[in-house]
């Protein structure tokens, strides 16, 4: 179960094994994309070829991760020749803790059933098909292309339109499509999906809207993680101190939707399985900040962790200043 770790020194980039406290450097491959695409290339399990490539150079981890060597940390994943090609997108309403979350946003009591319980409900009847068969449609929602991606420690920034900004911390699976228009699981990453749950509170088909479109992945990606039940930890960090925190929890065990349904439902469209794209699927989140009355300002820093991805993904929340101004279109 590799940890992969994608860097980048000024114009250099390269490609690392988490081999805690050091990093150890792959040869002959600089992107998690390129080892992928050689895996499928020659019918390898992904693990092989990373073990063919691992090489004797070591950085510091602690360097990296802190920001104090000239090598600095990337999305764990990109498509290295066309940010176009990779697709950022997620599942809602998956989580046994997210229907109670999205139903304490809009103020309502169980015996009031929004539009989105009862899609939430769908999912605990019809979400967990048995093996060969497709279960109920989840909630979907787009984020955007390879360029919506944020780095660990970059931030994360509410635009001048956005009302609010929060995190939601999920794990993301990576993907890839083959030659043959087959979708290939790369591994799964730590993610920050985040949104802008003010604007989500005002009418819930606001959704797909306060999806902000930049988000968050990392440090690591792990190669074929154990997926039954993850136990992580979200905090929001001010000025140093932590302000809130809270005990999660995702995978299959604590979801209403199986891996494969939310699988066969995000690749069902052809438009989806077209070979060498690279799609992040984000799987839903546990819990969120906003739903116990927590407001982020900016300088706030968005911790999330997962047992068994290994360090902490950290973004700052930045707040841009606000515009009255319309984005005014010019016919040709």
């Known amino acids: 179960?590799?940890?992969?770790?994608?860097?980048?020194?000024?114009?250099?980039?390269?490609?690392?094994?988490?081999?805690?406290?050091?990093?150890?450097?792959?040869?002959?491959?600089?992107?998690?994309?390129?080892?992928?695409?050689?895996?499928?290339?020659?019918?390898?399990?992904?693990?092989?070829?990373?073990?063919?490539?691992?090489?004797?150079?070591?950085?510091?981890?602690?360097?990296?991760?802190?920001?104090?060597s000239p090598w600095r940390l990337m999305t764990p994943i990109d498509h290295p020749d066309d940010p176009a090609r990779c697709l950022v997108s997620g599942t809602g309403l998956t989580h046994l803790g997210s229907a109670s979350n999205r139903q304490a946003m809009h103020g309502r009591n169980e015996a009031d059933l929004t539009d989105s319980m009862r899609m939430f409900h769908a999912g605990l009847d019809g979400g967990r098909p048995a093996p060969g068969c497709i279960g109920a449609a989840p909630e979907w929602f787009f984020k955007g292309c390879g360029t919506s991606l944020r780095a660990p420690g970059e931030p994360l920034v509410v635009p001048p339109f956005g009302e609010d900004g929060g995190e939601e911390a999920e794990i993301a699976g990576i993907y890839v499509i083959d030659p043959g228009g087959r979708p290939r699981r790369i591994g799964m990453a730590a993610g920050n999906e985040f949104s802008d749950h003010k604007l989500e509170k005002t009418n819930y088909l606001h959704l797909a809207s306060s999806k902000l479109r930049t988000c968050s992945l990392g440090p690591e990606l792990v190669a074929d993680p154990k997926f039954d039940s993850v136990r992580g930890t979200v905090a929001i960090e001010r000025n140093g101190t932590s302000i809130w925190t809270k005990q999660i929890a995702t995978g299959a065990a604590e979801m209403c939707h199986s891996l494969a349904n939310i699988e066969h439902h995000h690749f069902k469209f052809d438009s989806h399985r077209r070979p060498g794209d690279v799609h992040v699927h984000f799987y839903g989140a546990h819990s969120l900040s906003v739903a116990e009355g927590v407001e982020l300002s900016d300088g706030d820093v968005m911790v999330i962790q997962f047992d068994g991805f290994g360090r902490p993904l950290r973004n700052p929340l930045r707040v841009a200043k606000p515009s009255a101004a319309p984005i005014a279109v010019q016919p040709l």
């Open 1 to 68: 179960m590799s940890r992969l770790i994608q860097l980048q020194n000024a114009e250099r980039r390269s490609l690392a094994v988490v081999d805690e406290p050091r990093l150890r450097r792959l040869k002959g491959v600089d992107s998690l994309y390129g080892l992928a695409s050689e895996a499928m290339a020659r019918h390898l399990p992904l693990e092989v070829v990373i073990r063919e490539h691992v090489s004797d150079e070591l950085l510091d981890y602690d360097a990296v991760y802190s920001g104090a």
